[in-house]
């Protein structure tokens, strides 16, 4: 997380991923020309989501291990229903759980479109309800979300709570500076509120709220299971089969690479072929627009590549090297 200049907004870098990325909290505009390939603000809500989903660093909530799914929800929409009550001038401080369910009825036309769609949400998780479709255009997804867990994960945090400014803990705890921006401009109802809440749920026991949202717990180890006689000693048996399952992984896993490398040098061969190819005619054709007749002159003199011994060549990279181990083994065995 980087603020640069005072003129330009905070923004968010990810360098260790597969698919970098700067995402400005402000106008990617203002950041100027930078020296990564993507540059999002948050009204690109899709090429975010996108580089979330590519980079594997988020999660659906709905997917998490060991989470209590439908109470983190309903707390994110008693957080909106808060934001709109505090607008109407409603006295929030000490406010239950009832008390803001209440207060959604009351307000229920007035609820954002974050709202709904957890709503919906929700009624799939506690109900059996419908699979609500909720895609990165919906106000309510970056809500449905959390971060993975990985080096990035603080960062994840951070922006995620930058792009769901109402549900108010997730950024207290996530991003201090953006939660005192926000608190700034809140009424004096849904400060009060806040404050109570933070005070009464979250600062008597930080540690547990914080694994209940963010925590990973690892998956269940598998049950063991006994093992019959051939799984003992193996096949050949307890010694020998040690021995030759080695040798029969070194085979299988050493003609792969060698597979690889004989794919990469070929490649690159009709490559420099090709390119030489392309130069020649253009040597002698400078003048030429004849694109078909380039093609042509390049294939026929690919098909006499592929005839002569050049590319019959690189077939050593079997050769040499199995010559070499069965060589070895020879040898030791004989001694």
């Not at 700067?22 to 505009?29: L, Y």
């Not at 954002?112 to 106000?139: F, K, N």
């Not at 190819?277 to 004849?290: F, G, I, M, R, Y």
């Amino acid at each position: 997380y980087c603020e640069g200049v005072a003129t330009v907004a905070p923004s968010h870098v990810f360098r260790n991923v597969d698919h970098p990325a700067v995402i400005a909290a402000g106008d990617k505009g203002g950041l100027g020309r930078m020296p990564i390939d993507y540059v999002f603000d948050f009204d690109d809500r899709s090429a975010i989501a996108k580089f979330l989903s590519l980079n594997d660093l988020v999660e659906p909530i709905v997917e998490a291990r060991g989470v209590d799914v439908a109470a983190i929800l309903h707390q994110k929409m008693d957080f909106m229903v808060a934001s709109v009550a505090s607008k109407n001038g409603e006295d929030l401080e000490g406010a239950t759980r009832h008390d803001l369910r209440a207060l959604g009825r009351r307000y229920a036309r007035d609820l954002p479109a974050e709202w709904h769609g957890l709503a919906a949400l929700v009624r799939w998780a506690e109900e059996d309800g419908a699979w609500p479709r909720i895609t990165s255009d919906h106000l309510a997804y970056f809500y449905t979300l959390r971060a993975r867990d990985g080096a990035d994960a603080d960062l994840v945090k951070m922006l995620l709570s930058e792009l769901c400014p109402l549900d108010v803990r997730q950024l207290f705890i996530c991003h201090k500076t953006a939660f005192y921006a926000a608190y700034a401009t809140w009424p004096d109802e849904k400060r009060a509120y806040v404050v109570d809440f933070l005070h009464r749920e979250y600062q008597v026991d930080k540690a547990g709220t914080r694994e209940a949202l963010f925590g990973h717990n690892p998956p269940p180890a598998p049950k063991p299971r006994k093992r019959d006689i051939v799984e003992a000693v193996g096949p050949w048996g307890a010694v020998r089969g040690r021995y030759v399952m080695g040798f029969v992984r070194l085979v299988v896993f050493g003609f792969l690479a060698l597979g690889v490398i004989y794919l990469s040098i070929s490649i690159y061969s009709r490559s420099v072929r090709r390119e030489k190819l392309e130069k020649a005619w253009a040597a002698d054709n400078p003048d030429s627009t004849d694109m078909a007749a380039c093609d042509a002159f390049v294939a026929e003199g690919i098909a006499a590549y592929n005839a002569s011994y050049r590319p019959k060549l690189i077939g050593l990279v079997f050769v040499v090297p199995t010559v070499i181990v069965a060589s070895i083994v020879y040898i030791t065995n004989t001694n």
